[in-house]
């Protein structure tokens, strides 16, 4: 991580990495009426994708997963996941809710 930041504190590295990514949140509808809410534009990064819908999954009392390099939580919950991303330090104009 250092390599990649110049040697920048990781903390510094993190929030520059956030403010770099521009993030989609939309609603599919998949089988039988249901709805699917994809985050999409996060991180390449597989376990940090993992992480990050771990806990977006807890906070939501939703199921879901990560699918090439998405993040699927079953429910329409594009307004909460909004709210959810910038309390984890991702910029608020980053972020676009597709309606």
Do not use: W
């Amino acid at each position: 991580m250092s390599d990649l930041c110049g040697g920048l504190p990781p903390d510094i590295c993190e929030q520059l990495t956030k403010e770099e990514q521009f993030i989609k949140i939309k609603v599919e509808k998949r089988r039988y009426g249901k709805e699917v809410t994809i985050v999409e534009g996060i991180s390449n990064d597989e376990t940090e994708l993992k992480k990050i819908a771990s806990e977006l999954k807890s906070k939501l009392a939703a199921g879901g997963t990560v699918k090439n390099g998405k993040i699927e939580l079953q429910g329409d919950h594009r307004d909460r996941v909004k709210e959810l991303l910038i309390k984890m330090g991702f910029p608020e104009s980053n972020i676009l809710v597709i309606e």
